[in-house]
């Protein structure tokens, strides 16, 4: 039998209604003869809403507790799909993740899996059962139940089919797959029927929110096909595997964060200082030019970005210089020996489009360049005309 490991977002359980479609879907591939783990978020926004409870009663919630209060939300959403299922007529049961078995680093609300011991999985299955496993959430070595941060149900499913030597992982949500920039920002954006897994790193980790970086990394260690598909539609989505759709094309995708903060450190002591500092934030650009280093932090999993702020300049004082009220934009897909170029070619095309560019990265797979915040939407749709119109025109006419 083929062994599919599911995860649904919480949009897809947020209600008594979209929890029974999921038991549907996840019923009929039992029925069509597969082996099934299904990872499940918390329901809509209940994570947003307990946390908003916590910050209203402690100024600080020490993380320990936040761990205890926040991994609730996927154990509620995984029990009552694992009652659902039963309704329909399969067996199920629901476990938490350290019940599944993954055990996570120390950190409290951000820690990392560094291992799946899948016996009691393996149990499950050879039982007939469909396990049904609460997203987001681990133990680490001391039993203490630890959180995966932002989009951790992502990195649980597919660490959890890597443990068991699935056939792929689904990534199942509001969405239908991977696209070459967010259609709800660029018009023409296009779906990608394949993305490579380096490609795709590159995109979640510069803002595409499709899937966890963590979790694509996941899958490109393991090389376990990973795919991005709706919830609820029959399209096949994206499939996240060692080739694109176009293995020619030089941009893959573009994409942008709404937020960013820009740290540059003058001293290069204080800049270890400043990165073990920083270990719980996701640094998603790193340059070094003469003697200064340039952290470009996404502030989207940060708690509190303000504050952050403040605790770098009291903790290194005139070291740092921290610069708000910035974004920025990505392209993705970049072949050997082109990136200056065409880092030289965006810039030139958002700055003769009235888009400040303060400063310009680049990296293997990438090239991105800061903007003011207020302009990201602009930006990334001029940098997707720039690359990818003229393909998509020709794409138009072909068909």
Known sequence: MTLIVQKYGGSSVASADKLRRVAE?????????????VVASAMGKTTNELLGLANNLAETPARREL????????????ALLAMTIQELGEAAI??????????????????????????????ELAAGRIVVVAGYQGANHKGEVTTLGRGGSDTSAVALAAALNADYCEICSDVDGVYSADPRVVEDARPLDRISYQDMLALARHGAQVLNPRAVTAGLQHQLPIRARASFSEKQGTLVCGANDDDDATITGIAGHRAVLWVTV???????????????????????????????????????????????RADFGAAVDIVHGLGSVSAIGLTDGKQAELLEQATRLLEQAGIKVPAGFQDDHSLSCLVPAEQVAEAQQGLHQMFLGQRLRVAKAVA
């Open 266 to 312: 003058r001293e290069t002591a204080t800049h270890t200082a400043v990165r073990k500092a920083l270990r719980n934030h996701d640094i998603f650009l790193e340059q070094e030019k003469q003697a200064a280093h340039h952290l470009l932090l996404s502030t989207k999993n940060m708690m509190d970005p303000e504050a952050l702020a403040a605790r770098l």
């Open 25 to 37: 879907r996840v019923v009929t591939a039992r029925r069509r003869g597969h082996d099934l783990v």
């Open 67 to 78: 761990d205890m209060l926040l991994s609730a939300g996927e154990r509620i959403s995984s």
């Open 94 to 123: 629901s476990l938490s993740g350290p019940q599944a078995g993954i055990r996570t680093s120390d950190e409290h609300f951000n820690a990392k899996i560094r291992g799946v011991f899948p016996e009691r999985l393996q149990r």
